[in-house]
């Protein structure tokens, strides 16, 4: 970290004088973390990557420009913030609506895994790192307008002062406050009921057991089963496939309909993203002579009962380090 205090201490002069090796060492320090920012900020891994990248070679071209007034990684913060913005406009000029976030991806937990510890003593802190990467949260703050979003997250999950987030946007202190309370307005209309306050709960027995049995009338395609684990008002989505099933009935109508009653040979790996509980699927293919990958659900388990699923393509698989086949004897 020697080099890094050298750095904010020498200002904008010291950062002209660093060589383009040395500065992407210094600003690798900060890639996971900038990762997670932009993934909240965007829903998608691969634009989060895209944008990080986006902004370690603005951070290059514009190195003279940092003054040593912030810190190198507020500087970073700054600059992939505003990075976010500009995708956004780009791609992106409404925000998500009717529930349905096409774009969401999921996220490993092990490269969370590599986030700096920070305040990670701190109960709340531990509480907003974990609740505003799963999938509710993430599919919550996709529904507000770009830059109240960004408030959010730089006020809320970051806990900037407003003074700085006004710095970052361009904006006056009192345009970020009132962009902060619209936003919050907006998560409260999108977050589940029982996600409005941030508890930092971890998986208990009981949720535990709720994906036992998942997994196994999942495997079995007891549909039945399967419906007996499900609260009545649960949600069911397949990004990017268009489609959001509200409420039992409606869920268990569409797996009728897609067949799944008729489906054979599934093995299951249990696993977790977003810092949620996840079950893997995969089918027997006689030709391969091998389990391959299917889908991936993420759980949200409220009260003992299944109040999300959040299904993923097979495409998912290698991202989140699951095996790309099972062998045929598997017992998983």
């Excluded at 306050?197 to 208990?204: F, H, I």
């Excluded at 999942?218 to 007996?228: E, I, M, N, Y």
Aim: net charge negative; hydrophobic share 40%; glycine share 8%.
């Amino acid at each position: 970290m020697g080099a890094d205090r050298r750095l904010e201490e020498l200002g904008g002069s010291g950062l002209g004088e660093v060589d383009e090796p040395a500065f992407s060492g210094l600003a690798e320090r900060h890639r996971r973390e900038l990762h997670v920012h932009c993934y909240r900020m965007l829903g998608s891994f691969e634009d989060a990557e895209d944008t990080v990248q986006e902004t370690f070679l603005r951070a290059w071209r514009r190195r003279e420009t940092f003054e040593g007034r912030s810190t190198f990684r507020a500087w970073l913060y700054r600059i992939a913030t505003n990075a976010c913005l500009d995708l956004l406009a780009k791609r992106r000029p409404e925000p998500a609506t009717g529930g349905e976030v096409l774009w969401l991806q999921p996220y490993p937990d092990r490269l969370l895994d590599e986030l700096p510890a920070g305040e990670a003593d701190e109960p709340e802190a531990v509480a907003v790192a974990r609740e505003t990467v799963e999938l509710a949260y993430l599919v919550a703050v996709q529904h507000l307008a770009p830059r109240p979003r960004a408030v959010l997250i730089l006020r809320d999950v970051l806990g900037w002062p407003a003074k700085d987030v006004a710095e970052i946007l361009g904006d006056s202190v009192n345009s970020v406050n009132s962009a902060l309370q619209r936003a919050r307005a907006g998560m409260r209309e999108h977050l589940p009921a029982e996600r409005q306050d941030w508890t930092g709960g971890e998986e208990d027995a009981e949720t535990r057991e709720v994906v036992r049995r998942y997994t196994e009338a999942s495997v079995a395609t007891d549909v039945s089963r399967l419906a007996a684990l499900l609260a009545d008002d649960v949600r069911c989505s397949m990004p990017p496939t268009p489609g959001l099933y509200i409420g039992r009935d409606a869920v268990v109508n569409d797996w009728i309909e897609s067949g799944f009653e008729g489906m054979q040979h599934l093995r299951a790996v249990q696993t977790s993203v977003n810092r949620q509980p996840a079950v893997a699927f995969y089918q027997r293919r006689e030709r391969e002579g091998a389990y391959l990958p299917l889908t991936i659900d993420v759980l949200r388990v409220t009260g003992g009962a299944i109040t999300e699923i959040t299904t993923f393509h097979d495409d998912q698989f290698p991202r989140l380090g699951l095996p790309e086949r099972l062998p045929a004897d598997s017992t998983e």
